[in-house]
């Protein structure tokens, strides 16, 4: 049964940083593309960023560019996202999606159930 | 940026009546989009992709259709569960981008 878990969430201050894991199993982790996708508190879905399976590309929304890093540890079956110069509308909750292929399609069939991360003072 | 617009925004209907729901795009798509049901505190879960094919373990009942700027999904007869809230995505164009959301809920 593939399996996604997100952790990491939290209370960040603006400015501030925070490191989101997304614990994968039941298939093989590193022959699909992974992605981070977001639901501010009532607002729809926002993808902002994705990672091949073949480790080669990263993409981005605009939004969250320069700011953010994706990253993957294939050996421990691992998403990561590093989140830098935090701002309140980055409060969310953060899903972690796979890719229904090992390059970038955009077909996201499996989701964690999310964390939330709120950025406030 | 391509967007996404759905409707109705909220749709009320009860179980057992036939529900229709739209996405426009704002420029072609071609066929590359996808419906998602999403229940609140549980993960989404992909319906429908490239347009018309179901996902593995969906039932018949959700159908998708459409292409170019114009998709609808449609759920022929409601069960009680699938009361919840459905979103569009695109995925032609970078970024991906979704809809935003058309809420079911029961009449």
């Known amino acids: 049964e593939v399996q996604l878990l997100e952790s990491g969430g939290g209370l960040v201050q603006p400015g501030g940083s925070l490191r989101l894991s997304c614990a994968a199993s039941?298939?093989?982790?590193?022959?699909?593309?992974m992605n981070w996708v977001r639901q501010a508190p009532g607002k729809g879905l926002e993808w902002i960023s994705g990672?091949?399976?073949?480790?080669?590309?990263?993409h981005y929304a605009d939004s969250v560019k320069g700011r953010f890093t994706i990253s993957r540890d294939n050996s421990q079956n691992t998403l990561y996202l590093q989140m830098n110069s935090l701002r309140a509308d980055d409060t969310a909750i953060y899903y972690c999606?796979?890719?229904?292929?090992?390059?970038?399609?955009?077909?996201?069939?499996?989701w964690g159930q999310g964390t939330l991360v709120t950025v406030s003072s | 940026e391509i967007l996404l617009t759905q409707s109705p925004a909220t749709l009320s209907l009860s179980p057992g009546e036939r529900a229709t729901l739209s996405c426009r795009a704002s420029q072609s798509v071609i066929s590359y989009l996808a419906w998602y049901q999403h229940k609140p505190g549980q993960a989404p879960r992909l319906l429908i992709s490239d347009a018309s094919n179901r996902a593995t373990g969906i039932p018949a009942r959700f159908t998708g259709s459409g292409s170019g700027t114009d998709f609808t999904l449609t759920i022929s007869s409601l069960e009680p569960e699938d009361f919840a809230v459905y979103y569009c995505?695109?995925?032609?164009?970078?970024?991906?981008?979704f809809g935003q959301g058309t809420k079911l809920e029961i009449k």
């Open positions: 039941g298939f093989t982790f590193s022959n699909y593309a």
């Open positions: 999606a796979r890719d229904r292929n090992i390059g970038m399609v955009g077909i996201f069939d499996y």
């Open positions: 995505q695109q995925r032609n164009n970078w970024p991906y981008t």
């Open positions: 990672f091949s399976g073949g480790g080669g590309s990263t």
